[in-house]
């Protein structure tokens, strides 16, 4: 059973940057994908940004895309997201989540295994 440990989060006024950490207890190197989900009060789980560690490429909600970033420190079984340019609408709680198995995309909530507790990020206008 592989569990994630997240840090970071908290609450920033608009235009501020966050970086949220997930540290694995386990070898996080054959993981097949790494991400980043968010929930906000009453919407359904969303994907903020995902990566393939086997060959680094990364993958980002458009909404996110140019303002956050995803990554990977394999000495560390760590994931990242740095988050710049804050806005309210970016308020959730923030998840990470490994897959072990593949055949979902990265955006696919149900293809996860392990999940971190979650996070606050609260942005303020």
């Known amino acids: 059973q592989v569990q994630l440990v997240q840090s970071g989060g908290g609450s920033v006024q608009a235009g501020g940057s966050l970086k949220l950490s997930c540290v694995a207890s386990?070898?996080?190197?054959?993981?097949?994908?790494m991400a980043w989900f968010r929930q906000a009060p009453g919407k359904e789980r969303e994907g903020v940004a995902g990566?393939?560690?086997?060959?680094?490429?990364?993958y980002y909600n458009d909404v996110v895309n140019g303002r956050f970033t995803i990554s990977h420190d394999n000495a560390k079984n760590a994931l990242y997201l740095e988050m710049n340019d804050l806005k309210p609408e970016d308020t959730a709680m923030y998840y990470c989540?490994?897959?072990?198995?593949?055949?979902?995309?990265?955006?696919?909530?149900?293809?996860?295994?392990?999940w971190g507790q979650g996070t606050q990020v609260t942005v303020s206008s």
């Open positions: 989540a490994i897959d072990y198995t593949g055949g979902n995309w990265w955006y696919e909530a149900f293809g996860y295994q392990y």
């Open positions: 990566l393939y560690p086997r060959n680094g490429v990364t």
């Open positions: 386990e070898n996080t190197n054959s993981s097949i994908c």
